[in-house]
């Protein structure tokens, strides 16, 4: 059953994806890897300073694949995906204090899409198993009630 819903708009939008590296180097032709060889890799992040006048940020996401030391193992390939965006900030209605928090723990997970379709098309487009990278948890946070409500409230003493 679909249902028609509302959704609030954030304060923070997304621009541009852009890529700024895209490469594969090949070790091990496709046709010679093993179909459960597992690659290592890593995934950094990074991000501009707030551009008061723009009122952006630049956020982006690297993924690099990399040797299996504990193995001593060449990866069939080495692959390099680096992508960039620019988020747009509503100041009236998102605390700039915050938004170096927000760059490095929200913003890798509204890009890991995107980083996710480049390693899969690439390594499909070059004759290998996709790359898939794997669905990742969210944190979430439950919103509890504030100290001073916590503090308003009376609480029961044992009757004599």
Aim: with cysteine; proline share 9%.
């Amino acid at each position: 059953m679909i249902r028609s819903t509302k959704f609030k708009p954030h304060p923070i939008s997304i621009g541009e994806v852009y890529v700024l590296e895209l490469s594969i180097k090949v070790n091990i032709p496709p046709h010679s890897v093993e179909e459960s060889a597992e690659i290592p890799y890593s995934i950094s992040v990074g991000h501009s300073e707030y551009d008061k006048e723009k009122k952006e940020i630049i956020v982006g996401l690297k993924l690099e694949t990399e040797r299996d030391e504990s193995r001593k193992i060449e990866p069939p390939y080495f692959l390099t995906i680096e992508i960039v965006s620019n988020f747009t900030i509503d100041d009236k209605k998102f605390p700039i204090d915050h938004l170096e928090d927000w760059a490095n723990r929200n913003a890798p997970f509204i890009l890991y899409p995107y980083l996710r379709e480049q390693a899969y098309a690439l390594t499909l487009r070059c004759g290998y198993k996709p790359f898939i990278l794997p669905l990742v948890e969210v944190p979430t946070f439950k919103l509890g009630q504030s100290k001073k409500a916590k503090s308003t409230k009376k609480s029961k003493s044992p009757r004599k």
